[in-house]
């Protein structure tokens, strides 16, 4: 299944009240990171994000030309929501997994979607993640941290002096990441499976 080009990015601020940063640490240690006040910088995000986060987890990720900086989201209400904005250039997902819940009149309902699985990853280009929590085993090639993130190797670009990191190459081991947004290019999901769940099961 393929979604789509999206729209090309905007930016929706331009000032630096704070900063994040997504820690580069060796392969084999858990990447905490996410550390951070207000964000006002770019978001490269060309869209109103909802009010629901939601999860996504992959037991392996493999990606080339990786940048991450500060943002902030905006939804339909004009409320903001901190975010570290992580772009990949091209992706592979295996056992790829996305959910949400959602309160409704009738109670909780959950979307279920998994994909990428039986050695056939799923796979992504330009792909680009407005993120407020990540976790596995990472490693990266060719990492540069404290870079500007106007000057970050990649086409999308946070705001001149916000922190920023670019890297060659990233894989993650174990990925679990909660996010507000994500887009790509091309999204392709092989095996795709969509399930409506009562809420009570996500990805992690």
């Known amino acids: 299944?393929?979604?789509?080009?999206?729209?090309?990015?905007?930016?929706?601020?331009?000032?630096?009240?704070?900063?994040?940063?997504?820690?580069?640490?060796?392969?084999?240690?858990?990447?905490?990171?996410?550390?951070?006040?207000v964000a006002q910088g770019a978001v490269?995000?060309?869209?109103?994000?909802?009010?629901?986060?939601?999860?996504?987890?992959?037991?392996?990720?493999?990606?080339?030309?990786?940048?991450?900086?500060?943002?902030?989201?905006?939804d339909t209400e004009g409320?903001?929501?901190?975010?570290?904005?992580?772009?990949?250039?091209?992706?592979?997902l295996a056992d790829l997994c996305q959910s949400v819940i959602t309160d409704t009149p009738l109670g909780k309902v959950g979307v279920l979607i998994k994909a990428g699985g039986n050695g056939n990853p799923a796979s992504a280009s330009d792909l680009q993640?407005?993120?407020?929590?990540?976790?596995?085993?990472?490693?990266?090639?060719?990492?540069?941290i404290g870079v500007d993130a106007s000057t970050v190797n990649t086409d999308a670009k946070g705001s001149a002096g916000d922190f920023a990191q670019d890297a060659d190459t990233v894989s993650i081991k174990n990925l679990q990441q909660t996010a507000w947004s994500t887009q790509?290019?091309?999204?392709?999901?092989?095996?795709m499976t969509l399930e409506l769940t009562d809420g009570s099961q996500g990805c992690f």
């Open 129 to 144: 993640i407005g993120m407020t929590g990540l976790k596995g085993d990472a490693s990266f090639g060719a990492i540069r």
């Open 184 to 191: 790509a290019s091309v999204f392709t999901l092989t095996g």
């Open 79 to 92: 409320m903001e929501h901190t975010v570290a904005i992580a772009n990949i250039k091209s992706a592979t």
């Open 1 to 37: 299944m393929k979604f789509p080009k999206s729209d090309r990015v905007r930016k929706l601020g331009s000032s630096h009240a704070g900063r994040i940063a997504l820690v580069a640490i060796p392969a084999g240690v858990v990447a905490a990171a996410l550390m951070g006040g």
């Open 44 to 74: 490269p995000v060309s869209f109103a994000v909802s009010g629901s986060q939601f999860q996504i987890s992959a037991s392996q990720l493999e990606g080339t030309g990786f940048s991450q900086y500060a943002g902030v989201a905006k």
